[in-house]
């Protein structure tokens, strides 16, 4: 993800919806802004964050700043236990996803192998995005 963001790309990727923030409601403040930032960069970028560092701190602090909640208080939130792995439960029901299991694994690979143009293409990034944007037309 990209380190550097204006406040229009930040507003058109990162401002909660109500039914985004009525996600979030009766949790505490470090799960409303773990699941809040997980879901929001799940949508941009199609997939969920690897690391905690890999959350650019300028997207962090203007989620945080739209709950109302200091920036600071996601170190509270747990990056490997339980919650994190039902955050993304929840984010893939509201989202109309599911997780991959082994049969979507190899009908993928067939799909690709079946590419012409990507047997010339040798950027990685380019097959993983035609690779996300066929995973999300036909499921």
């Known amino acids: 993800m990209k380190r550097e963001w204006d406040i229009e790309d930040l507003i058109e990727h990162f401002m909660l919806s109500k039914p985004e923030r009525d996600l979030l409601r009766g949790k505490i403040e470090a799960h409303q802004l773990g699941l809040a930032v ?11 964050f690897k690391l905690k560092r890999d959350i650019p701190r300028v997207v962090l602090e203007f989620v945080a700043q739209q709950l109302a909640i200091e920036g600071e208080t996601f170190r509270h939130y747990d990056w490997s236990g339980h919650t994190i792995k039902q955050h993304r439960a929840v984010i893939r029901k509201y989202l109309g996803f599911r997780q991959a299991q082994a ?27 035609r690779a996300y944007e066929h995973i999300r037309e036909t499921l």
């Open 38 to 48: 997980l879901l929001k960069g799940f949508q941009y970028e199609g997939t969920f």
């Open 103 to 129: 049969a979507d694994r190899v009908r993928l690979a067939r799909w690709l192998i079946e590419q012409p143009t990507l047997r010339y293409e040798h950027s990685q990034g380019h097959w993983v995005n």
